[in-house]
């Protein structure tokens, strides 16, 4: 996990170097947890716990105003009810739907006060990997290409950050398009809807 979150955050700083020539830039890593589920035409479906990891850059505009890119890998997904027949007896369970992707993220954050800020952007998520209830496959098809390689979001949030570059996040994620590919021709809509908290570290505080 520290290997994963030292790559991701150096990728990020790599990725954003170009913008090095701002008044000031800080980066970080964060880390937390997701609450995410999908709406649309998907059925018997419920939110599941996940968990994302990433690097970030904030690039200072102003004293109330900053950019901030992001880099993210975010397990989300939901749990979809299963029903299991046993003889004269039916049984229903919530099994787990995962869906990995990397996050790239562009949010403007607006400070109120010093250290609180609410930010919003949009977000392009690039799948990763899918699985349901721990396969990948089911009868030799592949889960993932029942989902569309691209998700585009938006973000709302909010959070607040001590002097000494320690900070905690909250965050809603509502999908824009549909993940779903076309089932025989027939289209299938189904929209991803995550929230998110966590806390970030800035290195260079």
Same mark, same amino acid.
């Given at each position: 996990?520290?290997? *994963? ?5 150096? &990728?990020? =700083? ?7 020539? !701002? ?5 970080? &890593? ?7 589920? @999908? ?10 716990? %996940?968990?994302?990891?990433? %690097? *970030? =850059? ?7 105003? $900053? ?20 003889? @004269?007896?039916?049984? /229903?369970?919530?099994?787990? #739907? ?14 109120? /006060?010093? %250290?609180?800020?609410?930010? !919003? ?5 690039? #799948?990763?990997? @899918? $699985?349901?209830? %721990?396969? $990948? ?20 949030? !909010? ?10 996040? &909250?965050?809603? @994620?509502?999908? *824009? ?15 991803? !809807? /995550? ?11």
């Amino acid at each position: 996990m520290k290997k *994963l979150i030292t790559s991701i955050a150096c &990728a990020t =700083a790599l990725f954003f170097s170009a913008n090095s020539n !701002a008044q000031e830039v800080e980066f970080g &890593a964060k880390a937390g947890i997701n609450f995410s589920n @999908a709406s649309g035409d998907i059925k018997n479906n419920s939110a599941k716990l %996940g968990f994302y990891v990433g %690097g *970030l =850059a904030d690039i200072k505009i102003s004293d109330k105003f $900053s950019i901030q890119p992001e880099l993210v890998y975010s397990l989300e997904g939901y749990n979809l009810e299963t029903l299991t027949v046993d003889g @004269a007896s039916i049984t /229903t369970e919530d099994k787990p #739907l995962n869906l990995s992707y990397l996050n790239v993220a562009g949010m403007a954050k607006y400070y109120i /006060t010093d %250290g609180l800020n609410v930010e !919003a952007g949009p977000q392009i998520g690039f #799948l990763l990997g @899918a $699985s349901f209830d %721990g396969e $990948s496959e089911i009868s030799g098809v592949e889960i993932k290409d029942g989902y569309k390689s691209i998700n585009f979001g938006l973000n709302f949030g !909010a959070g607040y950050e001590l002097e000494s570059g320690l900070g905690f996040n &909250a965050r809603y @994620a509502l999908g *824009l398009s549909s993940i779903a590919e076309d089932v025989d021709g027939e289209s299938f809509s189904e929209k991803t !809807a /995550t929230f998110s908290i966590g806390v970030f570290y800035k290195f260079n505080k």
